[in-house]
């Protein structure tokens, strides 16, 4: 019997967003362009919102980028993120329902990740400024236009990290 081998780590990325709903489908978007590269040392994902099952994909990856689209975001921009500490007093750290809801943060995601599975990979979040996230409408001119500028750095933080 050959001896078992363990596939090692790969980035992840996870674009969130509704494609129905206008300019919120740029991070499903984003990763549906990038995956059809076709490099087969990052993984993709493309989910609707984040949910407590995605800590085991996380936690297995050797870092992880979100893609999300934002109407506070003016400009493209993306940061390092860390997982979310909860203050005194609160159960649910950040924003959304917390650790027990079916919509966490990426920070949020990441402290799950850490503490049911002892892993937290490093994680970045990329922003894509948007206007209209109405129901079977198309993409803004600006998203459009930010999503062009995002796949570039998204080809070059694949090239980094993969």
């Not at 979040?125 to 062009?148: D, H, K, M, V, Y």
């Not at 070059?156 to 993969?162: L, M, Q, V």
Request: hydrophobic share 45%; aromatic share 4%.
């Amino acid at each position: 019997m050959p001896p078992r081998t363990e596939a090692k780590p790969q980035p992840l990325l996870i674009g969130i967003g509704n494609r129905l709903r206008g300019d919120d489908g740029a991070g499903p978007q984003l990763i549906d362009a990038l995956a059809a590269d076709g490099n087969s040392r990052l993984q993709t994902l493309a989910v609707h919102q984040l949910t407590p099952e995605l800590a085991a994909v996380v936690a297995g990856a050797s870092s992880v980028l979100f893609v999300d689209a934002s109407l506070v975001q003016p400009r493209l921009a993306l940061t390092a993120i860390t997982a979310a500490t909860p203050g005194p007093g609160t159960r649910n750290p950040g924003h959304g329902g917390g650790c027990f809801s079916h919509q966490l943060t990426p920070a949020q995601l990441l402290a799950l990740s850490r503490a049911v599975y002892g892993a937290q990979p490093p994680a970045w979040q990329l922003l894509i400024p948007a206007e209209r996230l109405e129901p079977g409408g198309a993409l803004s001119p600006t998203t459009r236009s930010a999503i062009a500028v995002a796949l570039r750095l998204l080809r070059r933080w694949r090239a980094r990290h993969a």
